[in-house]
């Protein structure tokens, strides 16, 4: 059983930058695709980032977030990251770590099979 906990969210002023981290434990995370996802309130948990393994790291991202946030892996440390720069008010949502029990790309929610607790972050304009 995988366990995953996420950190670093909080509030930031728009323009600011937030780095999330989600630690995993119970199992190694190497290898296996690993992803990020958010939900505001009122609204569906969507898609924001993930990162997995075909042949080499390979990174997606939402459209909404794309050239502002970067996912990262320190697989060393069973650590995955999510760097947020430029955020502004359409990015405050519970933030989700999830993983998936294979390595390929995953963009859907129910593709992924254990979840964190989410952490919030708040941008205010």
């Known amino acids: 059983q995988v366990q995953l906990v996420e950190s670093g969210g909080g509030l930031v002023q728009a323009g600011g930058s937030l780095r999330l981290s989600c630690a995993a434990s119970?199992?190694?995370?190497?290898?296996?695709?690993m992803g990020w996802f958010r939900q505001a309130p009122g609204k569906e948990r969507e898609f924001v980032a993930s990162i997995s393994w075909t042949g080499g790291w390979w990174t997606y991202y939402a459209d909404s977030v794309k050239g502002r946030f970067t996912i990262s892996r320190d697989d060393a440390k069973n650590t995955v990251y999510l760097q947020m720069n430029s955020l502004n008010s359409e990015d405050t949502a519970v933030y989700y770590c999830a993983g998936r029990n294979s390595r390929g790309v995953a963009t859907t929610k129910g593709e992924y099979d254990y979840w964190g607790q989410g952490t919030q972050v708040t941008v205010s304009s």
């Open positions: 119970g199992r190694t995370i190497s290898r296996y695709a």
